[in-house]
């Protein structure tokens, strides 16, 4: 277990998550924002860069497994994105279609910002929003954050806007 909250334990994936991963990467409803959902080998490759983030900065996106039932019901957690030609400390977060709309991703993106400012003693955190996915953008600002860039994203080919949304440690 890397984190624990009211109702969410966050820990790191292991092979045996791939199905309910696939479960999320594959629903179109989930991954609109991502112009498409991922192939087996995608969600392989999601899961084993999540394996290489754990080993060389010791975070990354976690399961996320609601307390009451044992059950994955998305990921969220910490990686290193490039923004502007630098390196920025993202939250991100990804549930299961019948788990939105119950707080569930901004109770668990909170405790990632909070695990970013306590335990690895980042000054700044950010995540890094689709413009068309209004509800990933009230869960930041939810999170303390508030938005202070929109940009361009070139991912799967596709030329995407996003907003960068951010939130300062209070000293």
């Given amino acids: 277990m890397v984190l624990e909250t009211q109702r969410l334990i966050l820990r790191e994936m292991i092979q045996a998550d791939f199905p309910v991963l696939c479960k999320i990467l594959q629903d179109d409803d989930v991954m609109y924002a991502y112009e498409g959902v991922f192939t087996n080998d ?9 394996f290489e983030r754990y080993k060389e900065h010791g975070f990354g996106l976690w399961a996320v497994v609601l307390k009451e039932t044992g059950i994955m019901i998305g990921q969220c957690g910490l990686t290193m994105q490039d923004y502007k030609s630098k390196k920025v400390m993202e939250v991100g977060y990804l549930f ?11 109770e668990a993106a909170i405790a990632c910002k909070e695990y970013a400012f306590d335990k690895l003693n980042v000054k700044e955190v ?18 303390g954050m508030t938005c202070i860039d929109k940009f361009i994203k070139h991912y799967r080919g596709v030329d995407m806007p996003h907003f960068l949304f951010s939130v300062n440690k209070i000293l």
């Fill in 42 to 50: 995608e969600v392989q490759g999601w899961l084993d860069r999540q």
């Fill in 96 to 106: 299961q279609k019948e788990y939105w709309h119950r707080g569930y991703a901004s």
């Fill in 126 to 143: 950010y995540s890094i929003i689709r413009d068309t996915n209004i509800p990933s953008q009230k869960v930041a600002i939810r999170n």
